[in-house]
């Protein structure tokens, strides 16, 4: 595809409203929210969340970051009083978390009800988000499904009330959905309206938070599409919407020559300096239960951070991924130890400040900057030559999001045609997600050859879907399929169980394969169960990810053996649904074939 193959009416409908106009109205509306003070800001005797990370960036203190995604505010209250305890006993601090919420935190608050509840935090009262700033010295902020979100503009204007100095995820906007919400304008319409009203209350240093990875740049294969593609965002956030602007980075990046050259070219893009909320323990690179080995990984990993972090201060606090990553959410004590790992590694790395040669990875940081820059110039001219209007946040969002990370780097990267590269050119600083994507690709055809060829599947159609925003499983899955000669119907990421049934009747599939991650395996296997049904299709169901659930008396529940009484075929392993298909099994109770009256 090339830039000229796109008309503008694909990237936006001719109703659409003026941004520019948008942000001036939403900003003025703004002015009527009070800014609520935290209580951390109370204690750090700071004017502002924003002002604190300054403060500590100028004079050299370390601060520190956890992710919490329990599911109520008294929950999350209780495991902070828990980790604060341990540090006071076990001698560290920690400064900041971040609430990770229930995916239908997204939706408009009359549409939560009707969503399945995934893992994360609901916030159903104001006194949940006042309890947030004010229960706790700790400095709270909102991240996912908040500011580009349908529901966007009441958790922002609850956050800005109760003091929360950081609220997001603008990074989002360009790929997160939400079940049952279909408008992807109104989306980015509402999504324009709150990072506005943030914008407003820059002033009083509230701060519009991007994590960068929670939008393309997981998907993108070079890191100069990753710095063009923030470029972008700061120029949305900053120069349009007139937001401070905070990115931050790090849970796909395993290298750390590239994570830390990445993260010296952010901090040349940060024209206003705002400090980064964190910078992201690696979560790609921890696999499976090994938790000692992944012990090891996070403690090297956060060592070369906190390296960066002394040497070139951002204000960015440090984060260690909890060594059950893979699996589930952290415990208490998971999240303990790895606060733990940090400020030992502190204590070694300020021990001996010389032991890196940075010279690799300044060198990594221009090339990173430079092929960003042109990413940049790239990406706006090509949307300015399809008609886009280049000064207008809306446009820019939809258009964008319309297109697709995968379009957006094929149309616009900056390396040179290379067509033994997936995106058809060679990545100026190949990026660790498309390292591993081809290594686990290769690992699994490896692994389906043991015996000989390739199993045989050009009998079989199937229906393979993601229900959420993890989309590497299901590009593996769809790969393999397809090797092995299967006839693949890919429906994407982000699909529901009704979506997912009118396409099994639609192409008369043969089977299905559900890719999910978000904590409902068993309520959305059911639902998806009942729609088969409805529509009186029958094909074999396979499901893969994080198959588990908040049961009654157990939270994270396995709920693979519930799955199978259901008639679905839980894998672990591309490999495994792949042995069932080459074998016919009946086992599963289902007939091989829908039946489509
Ligand atoms: C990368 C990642 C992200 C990235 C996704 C980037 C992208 N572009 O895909 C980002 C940062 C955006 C993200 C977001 C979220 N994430 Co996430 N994420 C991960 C992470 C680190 C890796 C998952 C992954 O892709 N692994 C690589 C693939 C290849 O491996 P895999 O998924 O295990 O799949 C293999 C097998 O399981 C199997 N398989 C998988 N699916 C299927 C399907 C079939 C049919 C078959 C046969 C086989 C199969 O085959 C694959 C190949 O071997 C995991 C933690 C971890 N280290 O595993 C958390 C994790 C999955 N995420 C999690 C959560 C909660 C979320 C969020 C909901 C957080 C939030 N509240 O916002 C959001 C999702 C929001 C949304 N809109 O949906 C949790 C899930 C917790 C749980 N269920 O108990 C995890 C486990 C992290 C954690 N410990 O909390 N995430």
Redesign the pocket.
């Known amino acids: 595809m090339t830039s000229t193959e796109i008309e503008l009416h694909q990237l936006i409908p001719d109703d659409l409203p003026d941004g520019i106009a948008l942000v001036r109205e939403a900003k003025e509306r703004a002015k009527a929210i009070p800014v609520g003070r935290s209580k951390g800001v109370e204690v750090r005797r700071a004017d502002s969340d924003r002002a604190f990370k300054e403060r500590c960036r100028d004079t050299g203190r370390l601060t520190t970051y956890i992710n919490l995604?329990y599911k109520t505010w008294a929950e999350t209250r209780d495991a902070l009083d828990e980790i604060t305890a341990a540090g006071e006993r076990r001698g560290f601090t920690l400064d900041r978390f971040s609430l990770?919420?229930?995916?239908r935190m997204g939706l408009p608050p009359e549409m939560r009800d009707e969503a399945l509840g995934?893992?994360?935090i609901m916030m159903y009262t104001e006194a949940d988000w006042v309890g947030a700033a004010r229960d706790t010295d700790v400095e709270p902020e909102w991240n996912?499904?908040g500011v580009a979100t349908p529901g966007g503009i009441a958790t922002t204007e609850s956050a800005i009330r109760a003091g929360f100095g950081y609220i997001g995820d603008f990074a989002e906007f360009n790929r997160?959905s939400y079940p049952g919400w279909y408008d992807d304008a109104e989306q980015m319409i509402r999504g324009v309206q709150a990072a506005s009203m943030i914008a407003q209350k820059r002033n009083d240093g509230v701060v519009l938070n991007s994590f960068i990875?929670?939008g393309y740049c997981?998907?993108f294969h070079d890191l100069a599409t990753s710095l063009g593609w923030s470029m972008f965002q700061c120029y949305v956030a900053e120069d349009l919407i007139g937001a401070a602007h905070a990115q931050s980075y790090g849970?796909?990046f395993s290298d750390p020559i590239r994570k830390q050259a990445f993260g010296l070219a952010m901090d040349a893009i940060n024209v206003d300096r705002v400090p980064p909320t964190f910078v992201h323990g690696d979560?790609?690179g921890?696999?499976g239960e090994d938790f000692d080995r992944n012990a090891v990984i996070v403690a090297a990993d956060v060592m070369y951070t906190i390296a960066r972090e002394l040497k070139h201060p951002t204000g960015a606090a440090m984060h260690a991924t909890p060594v059950?990553?893979?699996?589930?959410?952290?415990t208490v004590d998971e999240l303990v130890e790895s606060l733990v790992i940090v400020s030992e590694a502190e204590k070694r790395v300020r021990a001996c400040p010389d032991i890196i040669d940075w010279r690799p990875i300044y060198e990594m940081r221009d090339q990173i900057i430079q092929g960003g820059r042109q990413v940049f110039r790239n990406l706006l001219d090509g949307l300015g030559k399809i008609g886009v209007k280049t000064d207008d946040p809306l446009q820019l969002m939809l258009a964008t999001r319309r297109l697709g990370a995968g379009a957006i780097e094929d149309l616009f990267h900056a390396g040179e045609p290379d067509s033994s590269f997936p995106r058809g050119f060679k990545p100026l600083v190949a990026s660790d997600t498309l390292g591993r994507l081809l290594e686990?690709k290769s690992a699994?055809l490896a692994r389906l050859r043991v015996d000989g060829p390739l199993p045989d599947l050009r009998d079989v159609k199937v229906v393979t879907a993601g229900t959420?925003?993890?989309?590497?499983?299901l590009h593996?899955?769809t790969q393999a399929l397809s090797a092995c000669g299967a006839e693949v119907i890919n429906l994407g990421i982000n699909t529901t169980s009704p979506d997912i049934a009118k396409v099994v009747v639609e192409t008369a599939a043969d089977s299905v394969?559900?890719?999910t991650?978000?904590?409902m395996a068993l309520s959305l296997g059911r639902q998806l169960k009942k729609e088969l049904d409805a529509r009186r299709v029958n094909p074999r169901v396979?499901?893969?990810?994080?198959l588990?659930e908040d049961l009654e008396h157990q939270e994270?529940a396995d709920v693979r053996p519930m799955l199978r009484a259901e008639g679905i075929v839980p894998?672990?392993?591309?490999e495994?649904?792949i042995e069932h298909l080459r074998h016919r099994p009946t086992d599963t109770g289902v007939h091989n074939h829908p039946i489509v009256h």
């Open positions: 995604g990770v919420s229930d995916r995934e893992t994360g996912d499904h997160y990875e929670d997981s998907s849970s796909t979560t790609n921890l696999v059950s990553e893979p699996i589930r959410i952290p686990r699994v959420d925003v993890h989309e590497y499983a593996i899955l394969a559900v890719s991650h978000n904590g396979f499901m893969g990810g994080r588990n994270a894998c672990d392993t591309v495994e649904m």
